[in-house]
């Protein structure tokens, strides 16, 4: 019995042993389950809502939290990584104390990860991956399919965002301005601007040339079929094929004795109306030094790269960008300014510095000749930025970067010169980035500063493209995650792509065709303090904080001045996008 009773007692206590360590486990996975429901989710968290890179540099910022550490959980709730929170101060520029959080280390690959920060919630779901801005790239160049004028977007290439042809062009009317008091010929084919439905030479120029630029550094990327647009599956790039059909309109833009009209608009913007509801004439505006600079620039540019695909077509844009030099050669001030009748956008430029120094360096580049290299061979070392330059800040930038390309005649002791100012250029703008606590490297925010933020991008990515050094890598990246959602405002700034995305952007299409969302693909103006349209948004509406730079932002459909989209804002978008695919291994 005593033998009995012994064993009974020994199963018993395995029995409650067995029962304690389950329910320890059990208590144990209980600990590291997190509720992901949506009410969890906080916007104090601020992540690239696309995601990140394996191998590459990934941070976040949280604001006005108490909490010293962070984990990174998978979608099970595992917490897979742990660090420490950095603190950065207050900045007063978003009125929030900033803290950083760094899991650079952290590469295994996967879906729907997020942060959390005790005490103040969870972030959205991210991935991690190779591929997390593929589809995000795709549709960044995509946009400008979806800006055509003269052409109807099919369904097959458009899905949803179909539409009838608008704006056929085939009679656009002489302006006064133009030098000819009557007339009209073509002007078909090219991209809408911006949210309207004019065509600029200037903003033409250096959109199209930001995107050739990262053709010349990046060849594969984009490639035949990538994009589902009309020419897609004919053996060419896709890029090409889509920068291809602005070309083809900016050719009709030259005046017979070489000068270039400055755009092709009405006389008034028109309204919310898609555009084959639109039928007001539609003029040539004005000779411009700038246009014509920009047109040489752009057109001696493409006339290399087109040669191998089409060579009568790179031979006749060679001649047309020597006959836009040498005109504004005979014309160095011609500046432009809206007639009195003229109430579209302008693009005028009276310094056009700039345009002589990327004009030049492109005909140097494409022609040998060193009748061009004279003209800026003391400029070499004169790399600058200044926030709120936008399209006139940027021009002569895509010329450093072709001087420096393969395809550069420019001997070693001119290159070395143009990359140590590019070098002291990046290292300022560096510093200004580590010293601000969201690690961006403008600390202005005017009309457009997104364009600024991803052309200082650009500057970092073309730093790394010549060191080879990685902290020009993770700037670039970090700068591009602000504009993705590490930012102020909390939003996503590219179309489509993010949990909390702009949806009313200042886009004609977007605003008539009816479908909630609008045109995927688009990079909104972001962050204004100046709120220039802060009259203009609509009844009722107002900026939800007029106080701070960094937030001066609205998601409204009437501002013009945050939430419009524009050519030349995009490009820098594709040009990142670009890069860091060809980089991203």
Request: hydrophobic share 35%; aromatic share 14%; charged share 20%.
């Amino acid at each position: 019995m005593k033998g009995k009773r012994y064993t009974q007692m020994i199963l018993t206590f395995k029995k409650i042993s067995i029962y304690i360590l389950l329910s320890l486990a059990v208590l144990s996975c209980n600990h590291t389950q997190r509720n992901f429901e949506p009410e969890n989710e906080t916007e104090e968290i601020r992540i690239n809502q696309l995601g990140y890179l394996p191998h590459r540099v990934k941070k976040f910022v949280v604001v006005n939290t108490e909490a010293s550490e962070f984990e990174v959980v998978d979608r099970n709730g595992k917490t897979v990584f742990s660090g420490d929170l950095i603190d950065q101060g207050e900045w007063t520029s978003s009125g929030e104390q900033v803290k950083i959080g760094d899991f650079t280390s952290f590469d295994e690959a996967g879906l729907d990860y997020r942060i959390l920060v005790e005490g103040t919630g969870l972030s959205y779901a991210f991935d991690i991956s190779y591929d997390v801005f593929t589809e995000a790239g795709k549709a960044s160049i995509k946009s400008y399919y979806f800006q055509r004028n003269s052409m109807p977007i099919e369904e097959r290439n458009g899905g949803k965002f179909a539409r009838p042809a608008g704006h056929p062009d085939d009679t656009v009317y002489y302006h006064s301005s133009s030098g000819r008091s009557s007339g009209f010929k073509s002007s078909k084919y090219g991209w809408y601007d911006a949210g309207d439905y004019g065509k600029y030479v200037v903003n033409a120029g250096v959109s199209a040339g930001t995107m050739l630029a990262l053709y010349e550094r990046f060849p594969d990327v984009f490639a035949d079929g990538s994009l589902n647009i009309p020419e897609s599956g004919n053996g060419q790039n896709d890029l090409l094929d889509e920068i291809r059909y602005e070309l083809d309109w900016l050719i009709t833009m030259q005046d017979n004795d070489g000068g270039v009209f400055t755009k092709v608009t009405t006389k008034n913007f028109v309204g919310f109306v898609m555009p084959h509801e639109t039928h007001e004439d539609r003029y040539f505006i004005g000779k411009s030094t700038a246009a014509s600079l920009n047109y040489a620039a752009l057109l001696a540019m493409a006339s290399r790269i087109y040669q191998e695909i089409d060579s009568e077509f790179a031979e006749d844009i060679l001649n047309m960008a020597e006959k836009a030099w040498n005109w504004a050669v005979t014309h160095p001030e011609k500046y432009y300014r809206n007639p009195e009748d003229i109430f579209t956008g302008g693009y005028g430029d009276r310094n056009v510095t700039q345009e002589w120094f990327w004009a030049a360096a492109e005909l140097y580049i494409t022609t040998g000749e060193e009748r061009y290299l004279e003209p800026i061979s003391n400029k070499l070392d004169k790399i600058q930025f200044n926030v709120g330059g936008s399209w006139a800040n940027y021009q002569d930038k895509i010329g450093y970067f072709s001087l420096l390309g393969k395809n550069s005649p420019l001997d070693d002791t001119g290159k070395s010169t143009i990359k140590t100012s590019l070098i002291n250029l990046t290292d300022s703008l560096g510093t200004v980035l580590e010293s601000t606590p969201y690690h961006i490297p403008i600390d202005r925010f005017v009309w457009g500063s997104n364009s600024d933020i991803l052309n200082t991008a650009v500057l970092f990515a073309n730093a790394f493209l010549e060191t080879g050094d990685p902290k020009y890598l993770n700037w670039s990246i970090e700068t591009t995650d602000y504009v993705l959602g590490k930012n102020a405002t909390g939003y996503s700034f590219l179309t489509g792509f993010g949990d909390k995305k702009v949806m009313h952007i200042h886009h004609r299409p977007s605003g008539a065709d009816g479908i909630d969302e609008p045109v995927p693909g688009f990079v909104a103006g972001g962050p204004n303090a100046g709120m220039n349209d802060r009259n203009d948004l609509g009844e009722g509406a107002s900026y939800p904080d007029q106080t701070h730079p960094a937030k001066v932002y609205i998601d409204a459909q009437g501002s013009y001045a945050s939430n419009e989209v524009c050519l030349n804002w995009n490009a820098p978008m594709v040009y990142m996008f670009g890069f860091l695919e060809g980089v991203k291994y």
